[in-house]
Each structure stands twice: as structure tokens, then as C-alpha cells.
């Protein structure tokens, strides 16, 4: 098992992408020949000396990356050494199984999407995030990889979130529900009545709760939730806002910040706890924060590793099948 | 000036509307007069003394309501004398100015646009919340009285949501944000490209800041944010369900919560602060949450009194003329 690291990507690349990778190799979690860094190799090299590691994982040299305000398509094809594409490259030639990039998210996608290509059987890929409420961890998506899915797209998130659910969150039988504003089976346009009834007669793996509202997800009440990528978006970006918020106003007034809220912010950093996942390529992809600070960097390689070891992957792709053969049934 | 309130609406209605208005009358904020009461004669006026209050409002009889799960529409068809259906009509008639009813959003919403009519000019009401950021109080519309808006609509919440923020919230010239997934003003689907187009060409009143992000919203990046009734709803409800989920962590790992979430949430109760006002039709109409206790009406009150007096709708009437000139112009 081998990760590709996108050295580059980033507001603190790549000072802070090495000095989580150091901390990586430190505390043993990983071997260096489990890591594929992508970037500059003198200069990672000098860091990772530094930071106290030993052994070097291999490099993959570049000093091209996607900038955080470049448009993904037009940068990806001027920078054919762009450091996500390397990974990307990395990931389908074999010589990686996943890929971890705190860079521009937009381009992670494009390019994972365009270089891997997706899992059999589906038809687009969705952003993963995974957070803590009242009921454990859940999963929300799509986070932001497709703002306008058809309903078919949207009843794939399904499967493919109850198999991140049972694989990695521990929840065996997970229960999905579908973001909606109101209770009812009919609520909401028609792409969302549809895939109500398309989740509904796939049930393969999960126990569908029917339509949630937005004061059910951190209450509990499903462990996966499907929404539209602008919905789930928004959704991801006002919560890491309203934490932000509390956090500065506690510290104004001088009151704690409670665990809750530490642990879904971290250290300071969503993205510890907030990783996101894009799931459905071929390939385990880890889209971090792009703010994150080193300490994010251990906890995304943890989430490829246990994606890879847990064969999620295979897991979406049966349950895809059985899933389409129970919907024709129905 | 006169509030008609809706004593028959809410989760814990009549009592703790009663006790509400009691509080109101009592702590000399209202006088008996500028209230009308709608809801069970005796009953009311029996808690409204047994809770101190000499000086009785008007009282208009009736018994019947529409349950918070009643199909709105079907409900006021069958029942022409529930509560809020009579709140309506005195609004209408001229024996009130305006109402509160912390009853079925959805039949309030229902009853007021179809009772009241809309304001000169406009196309569809929204529903605007207020709440506290970093950068003061701010509006959000529309929460959710339209999931699927037209560009037009979107533009005419902007010109709401301005008024109210101008006339309510102290912002001289507030600055208006299009709720979106990116910051380029090609970002979103048709409809939020077209409404970009028309905010911006409208302006007056406010400055148009473009394309606003979840995250920007606690961030303080607006005064007024405008987006369709789905996001809007579900991000509202989305920061309830989140700040009560921090609040309950907070109670069970003893750690105190902060002055920020204790404004929000008010004594337990969302609604104190985050009273919702549907804009757009001929009067003025607080919507409460369902779940409020007798702390959630006295504020009600306020921001109706507020509205009525700063003479918003007759604000929105002008803006909207002025702003439909600038479009044509433009």
C-alpha cells in the first residue's frame, strides 16, 4: 500500500504538508516506503532532514502546482506537471492506491475524475465529509462535486455513503436519509421526489429513514446524509463558519470552548476531523482543508490507509450491482 | 397600531402564548389595545389574569387551528375559522396592522400570501431570518417560503432583505450577498447567474458584494444574504440543529457555553433571536418557531411594532420601483 502526498497543495504548502508527513513517519504510523511525496525534491528533502526523519519516502519531483484561485480545467491542461496531476498520475499507473492533497479542491476532482475514471457502474463521483454528531460520526454528501445531479446520481451517493458508513464509521447497518426541507415524501423538486423513491427501492446495505431536515444532521437522525453538491456544500461551509464564530466570540468573552466544538475544529483546523473523501474513482482520493496546518496530514493518511485496507472501493461497486438489480425488481 | 397574535399556533400554545403576552403587557412594554387576540375567549382571558394581567386585550373567539402536521392548504380550506386564518383577516379588514403566530409555517405563509396580497411590484414573499455574526446582525432570505425561485425573485429578496436590514438592523447602506459555491460570478446554475446579473444591476440601497460562501455568512461577510427557500432552510435549520448539539455536548463534558450560542439559542429558544418575518405581503407577519416558549413572544412583538414603524414595506414598494428602473436602464 503506497500514498501519494501532493507536496504542493495547499495555503501552507509545502512547509506544513512535510511537517505532517515527518510527524507521520515519526510516531510510526507510517513506513517511508508507504509514502510517495510529490514535489520539489531538494527542498522536501531538506525539510523532512530537518523535522528529524530519517528515511525519505521516494520522490516524485515537480515545482508546478494548481494555485487555490486557478480554474481547474484551464490550469490542469497549462501544467501537465501541476503536483496533483502527479499523483493522479501516480494512482493510475500503479505506483500509489491513493492520494492525499491539501490543494485546490476543484482540481482534485477534475483531475481524479478525468485521470482515474469511475468505479463501475456509476455515474459521479461526490465529496464524503464525515463529522460528529449526537448520534456518533455521520457522513454528508455530496460536498460540493456536483451542484445539480440528476436523481440517479443522487441515489448513488446512497450506496456509496452507507459503504463508507459500515467501513469506516463502524456503523453496521447504516441508516440514510435524503437533506430535504420537510418530513414528507413529496417535498422538495422533482429530482429529489424522484431519487426518494430510487433510494428507497435499492436498500441494499442501509435502512433508509426517508427525507431529514437540516436540524436532524448533528441531532442524529440518519448516519448518511444525501444532498446536491451546492446544498452540501453550503451545508460543510456553514458549520466550519458558525464554529469559527463561536470560537472567536469564546474567546472574547473569555468563556471555554466546549469539547464538541474543539473536536470538530481541531486544532484550530477543520480539516482534522472534517477530511473529505471523493468518493467513486478508482482510487482512494483525500481532499484536505486547503488552511490545514501540518497536524491534518496524519489523520488523511489514516483515512486513505483505512479506505484501502477496508476495500470500500469493492464494497460500493457490489452494492451498486445489487443495488440496480433490487431498483429493476421494484 | 395593532398586533393580532395567534394564540392557538405552537408547540405549546396557549399557555405559553399567553404567558408571552402577558409578559408583554406586564412589563409595560404593550398596552392592552395595540393587541388583538385570537384564540378561545375564557380561556385566554382566564391565564392572562391568573399571569398578573388586569387590562385584557381583545379577544376574537375561536377554537380551531392548524396542527403544526396538517397539509396547509387542505387545513385552511376546511377550516375558515382557524386561528391564523382569523389573524389574517384582521389584518386585512384593518383591525390589525399586523400578526404573530408561532403556529404551521407553512399555513402562515399560505394564509398571509393568499389573505394579504403582495406589496406593489412584487413577485413572491420570503421569509427573512435575522441573526448575529461577526459582523453584527445580519438577514437571511428566503428561508423557505419558495424552494425553486426565479432569477426576479432572488433579485426583489435583495431589495427586501435590504430594506429590512436598513430599517431594522442598522445598516445604513447594507451590503448584500448572493448565497453561492464559489466566489466568480459565473459560479451556480442558470438561475444564479441571472440573478447575479440583476442584483447587481439594481443596487439601490445597498451595495452588492457578489458571490457570498457558507462559511462567509457567521464570517460577516454581508448584511443581507439572499438564496433560494431550500438552501436557505435547510442552512437555517442546519445551525439550529448544530448549536444545540453543541450545547447538549457542552452539558454532559461540563464546559460552559458561550455568550455567542447563548444569544443565539436565547434561553433554549431559538426563536428569540432568530424570529423569522415573512416580507412581501401587505402587513407585517412574525414567524415564530414552533417550539418557542413564553421568552419568544415579547421580542415578536417588537420586531413587528419595529417593522411596522420604521415603515419597511413602504421602503421595499419604493426600492423595488427605483430598482426596476436601474434594471431597465442598465
Given at each position: 500500500?503506497?500514498?501519494?502526498?501532493?507536496?504542493?497543495?495547499?495555503?501552507?504548502?509545502?512547509?506544513?504538508?512535510?511537517?505532517?508527513?515527518?510527524?507521520?513517519?515519526?510516531d510510526?504510523g507510517?513506513?517511508?516506503e508507504?509514502?510517495l511525496?510529490v514535489?520539489p525534491?531538494?527542498?522536501?528533502?531538506?525539510?523532512?532532514?530537518?523535522?528529524g526523519?530519517d528515511?525519505?519516502?521516494?520522490?516524485?519531483?515537480?515545482?508546478e502546482?494548481?494555485?487555490?484561485?486557478?480554474?481547474?480545467v484551464?490550469?490542469?491542461?497549462?501544467?501537465?506537471?501541476?503536483s496533483?496531476?502527479?499523483?493522479?498520475?501516480?494512482?493510475?499507473?500503479?505506483?500509489?492506491?491513493?492520494?492525499?492533497?491539501?490543494?485546490?479542491?476543484?482540481?482534485?476532482?477534475?483531475?481524479?475524475?478525468?485521470?482515474l475514471?469511475?468505479?463501475?457502474?456509476?455515474?459521479?463521483p461526490?465529496?464524503?465529509?464525515?463529522?460528529?454528531?449526537?448520534?456518533?460520526?455521520?457522513?454528508?454528501?455530496?460536498?460540493?462535486?456536483?451542484?445539480?445531479?440528476?436523481?440517479l446520481?443522487?441515489?448513488?451517493?446512497?450506496?456509496m455513503?452507507?459503504a463508507h458508513?459500515?467501513?469506516l464509521?463502524?456503523?453496521?447497518?447504516?441508516?440514510?436519509?435524503?437533506?430535504?426541507?420537510g418530513?414528507?415524501?413529496?417535498?422538495g423538486?422533482q429530482a429529489l421526489?424522484?431519487?426518494?423513491?430510487?433510494?428507497?427501492?435499492?436498500?441494499?446495505?442501509y435502512?433508509f429513514?426517508?427525507?431529514?431536515?437540516?436540524?436532524?444532521?448533528?441531532?442524529?437522525?440518519?448516519?448518511?446524509?444525501?444532498c446536491?453538491?451546492?446544498v452540501?456544500n453550503?451545508?460543510?461551509?456553514?458549520?466550519?463558519?458558525?464554529?469559527?464564530?463561536?470560537?472567536?466570540?469564546?474567546a472574547e468573552?473569555?468563556?471555554?470552548v466546549?469539547?464538541?466544538?474543539?473536536?470538530l475544529?481541531?486544532?484550530a483546523d477543520?480539516?482534522?476531523?472534517?477530511?473529505?473523501?471523493?468518493?467513486g474513482?478508482?482510487?482512494v482520493?483525500?481532499i484536505?482543508?486547503?488552511?490545514s496546518?501540518?497536524?491534518?496530514v496524519?489523520?488523511?493518511?489514516?483515512?486513505?490507509?483505512?479506505?484501502?485496507?477496508a476495500g470500500?472501493n469493492?464494497?460500493i461497486?457490489?452494492?451498486?450491482a445489487?443495488?440496480a438489480?433490487?431498483?429493476?425488481?421494484?
Amino acid at each position: 500500500m503506497r500514498i501519494a502526498v501532493d507536496v504542493l497543495g495547499g495555503d501552507h504548502a509545502p512547509r506544513a504538508i512535510l511537517e505532517g508527513v515527518a510527524a507521520a513517519l515519526r510516531d510510526g504510523g507510517f513506513r517511508a516506503e508507504e509514502l510517495l511525496l510529490v514535489g520539489p525534491e531538494e527542498a522536501s528533502r531538506a525539510v523532512l532532514r530537518e523535522a528529524g526523519v530519517d528515511e525519505v519516502p521516494p520522490i516524485l519531483h515537480t515545482d508546478e502546482f494548481v494555485g487555490s484561485d486557478e480554474k481547474p480545467v484551464v490550469a490542469l491542461r497549462q501544467k501537465p506537471r501541476a503536483s496533483i496531476a502527479l499523483c493522479v498520475g501516480a494512482v493510475r499507473g500503479g505506483e500509489a492506491d491513493g492520494l492525499v492533497s491539501f490543494g485546490n479542491t476543484g482540481a482534485t476532482v477534475a483531475a481524479s475524475t478525468m485521470g482515474l475514471g469511475l468505479l463501475e457502474g456509476l455515474r459521479r463521483p461526490a465529496i464524503a465529509v464525515s463529522m460528529e454528531g449526537a448520534a456518533g460520526r455521520f457522513v454528508l454528501l455530496d460536498a460540493g462535486a456536483n451542484p445539480t445531479p440528476k436523481p440517479l446520481h443522487l441515489a448513488q451517493y446512497a450506496v456509496m455513503g452507507a459503504a463508507h458508513a459500515r467501513d469506516l464509521l463502524a456503523h453496521a447497518r447504516p441508516r440514510v436519509g435524503l437533506l430535504n426541507i420537510g418530513g414528507e415524501a413529496n417535498k422538495g423538486g422533482q429530482a429529489l421526489k424522484e431519487a426518494y423513491g430510487m433510494i428507497e427501492a435499492a436498500a441494499e446495505g442501509y435502512e433508509f429513514v426517508g427525507n431529514v431536515e437540516g436540524n436532524e444532521i448533528f441531532a442524529g437522525r440518519a448516519d448518511v446524509f444525501v444532498c446536491d453538491g451546492f446544498v452540501g456544500n453550503v451545508v460543510l461551509k456553514v458549520v466550519e463558519g458558525f464554529a469559527e464564530y463561536l470560537v472567536a466570540t469564546a474567546a472574547e468573552d473569555g468563556s471555554e470552548v466546549s469539547g464538541a466544538l474543539r473536536r470538530l475544529l481541531g486544532a484550530a483546523d477543520f480539516s482534522e476531523v472534517g477530511a473529505a473523501v471523493l468518493l467513486g474513482v478508482r482510487g482512494v482520493v483525500l481532499i484536505g482543508h486547503g488552511r490545514s496546518q501540518a497536524n491534518a496530514v496524519p489523520p488523511a493518511l489514516r483515512t486513505v490507509r483505512a479506505h484501502l485496507e477496508a476495500g470500500v472501493n469493492r464494497h460500493i461497486v457490489r452494492d451498486l450491482a445489487l443495488g440496480a438489480e433490487a431498483g429493476e425488481g421494484a
